[in-house]
């Protein structure tokens, strides 16, 4: 059974790393935001009471994001464990967190602010079926349209100038704040997510001390 955690700034590719390393590891991947926007997409009632948090970049009540963790891992589906992101993401939630579960490691991706603007602002998201896109990394191949589905790419409603530097304050005032309290712990593979993504997966499992996988990307 492994537990881990994936913290970093928004755009460091907390997503798509955790996908990487869950599919790899059979383990199951959490994604709280995710999870919270597909609340907005469909029109929940707890969708209704973070869209316009979310929607300016900050964090939504701690209560009730604890509340949706704490629902999903009561699922009890992740036999061999599982890889979380956006969560905890201040001293409160890490707490709650740390009282439930021990955690095996906690994997920092580490980007600088000038990347970080570059890649969000150039993210798309297929408005049908969530696919991820990006316009400098992952080129849909015809403009605007998800290649899975066809369905219209949009940009993230938290994806502007503003709601961005929302999050990066909070992420420097929170967030790091909690990687400083893991650190000490000593659970923290902090990762370069500058290079590409398969890179950066076999950097993360080198760090935890696991294979590397014949082909990352195809969880191997
Ligand atoms: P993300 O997809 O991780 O960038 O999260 C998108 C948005 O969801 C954030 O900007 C917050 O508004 C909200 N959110 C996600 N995770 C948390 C959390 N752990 N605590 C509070 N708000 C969160």
Redesign the pocket.
Known sequence: MRKYVIMGV?GSG?GTQGALLAGGLDLVHI????M?RWHVQNHTKLGAQVRR??ST????DDDL?ESVVRERLAQHDWNYGFVI?????NRR?AEFFCESYDIDGVIHLDLPDTEVRRRVLARRLCARCGMDYNLIAHRPRVADRCDVCGGALVSRE?DTELALAA?LRDYYAKTDPVLELFRVKEYVVTVDARPDKVTVQRAIRAGLGLPAGADPELGG
């Open positions: 928004q907390k994604a709280v935001g995710d919270l948090t979310m970049g900050e964090l939504v994001v992101d956006g969560f905890p993401r939630q938290d999050r």
